[in-house]
């Protein structure tokens, strides 16, 4: 049984069409916002001397690791719909 036959690789490997990149795109930048927001608010609701590490943690995730991830998705996302002329 072959790709052709079956319709989809052995595997369980589907292809992507258009609709579920959007889909998936749209369920990751609701993700890393909503990780964004919960890194704030444990940041303005818990004590820094007594929460240290865990403050950190929440600060480098919601400041730095969390918005460049979603920058470089968000940048993927819009260069993968323009054409070079």
Not at 13 to 35: S, V
Not at 53 to 79: H, K, Q, W
Request: contains cysteine; glycine residues 4%; hydrophobic residues 40%.
């Amino acid at each position: 049984m072959n790709v052709h036959q079956y319709g989809r690789h052995y595997s369980g490997y589907i292809h992507p069409q258009p609709d579920d990149w959007e889909h998936r795109m749209t369920r990751k930048t609701i993700f890393w916002l909503t990780i964004i927001i919960l890194c704030i608010i444990w940041l303005l609701t818990h004590e820094a001397c007594r929460h240290p590490v865990e403050n950190g943690v929440a600060a480098l995730t919601g400041f730095i690791l969390a918005p460049l991830r979603l920058a470089t998705m968000l940048d993927d996302y819009s260069t993968d719909d323009e054409t070079d002329i």
